[in-house]
């Protein structure tokens, strides 16, 4: 009987000769150049400010769907730096959690060794 199992071969994934971008090639766009272009483009106004005054004009104008937008980029952006919490614990509840971790340890190690 004849080996009727046929062979998979794709198209798909894998290297191929030539494909993508060559050795050592930059990003097409980088963040720094880009930001660079703009600057120098808008006459030394940086980023921040080019946002904050779009921002104003899309509230001076009334587009309240434009503003909703710029207030959901500029709070994501806000919101990660904002959205820390510092925890402080007492120092003799330091100490406590160093002399159980110490005990844990010294008990691990035994156990290693014994």
């Known amino acids: 009987m004849a080996n009727t199992e ?3 071969t794709s198209n798909h994934g ?38 904050v005054a779009d921002f104003l004009e899309a ?6 769907q434009l503003t909703m937008k710029y207030h959901q980029l500029i709070l994501q952006k806000v919101m990660t730096s904002l959205a ?11 100490e406590s959690k160093q002399a159980a971790f110490a005990e844990a340890l010294a008990k691990l190690t035994t156990a290693l060794q014994g």
């Not at 290297?15 to 120098?40: C, F, H, M, N, W």
């Not at 509230?59 to 309240?64: A, E, K, W, Y």
């Not at 820390?84 to 330091?94: G, L, N, Q, S, T």
Request: hydrophobic fraction near 30%.
């Open 6 to 8: 046929k062979k998979s």
């Open 14 to 51: 894998g290297k191929r000769k030539g494909a993508g971008r060559p050795a050592g090639s930059k990003d097409q766009v980088s963040i720094k150049g880009l930001l660079e272009t703009l600057y120098a483009r808008t006459g030394g106004q940086d980023y921040e400010e080019l946002l």
């Open 59 to 64: 509230r001076q104008r009334g587009d309240s």
């Open 84 to 94: 820390k919490i510092e925890v402080v614990e007492p120092a003799d509840v330091i």
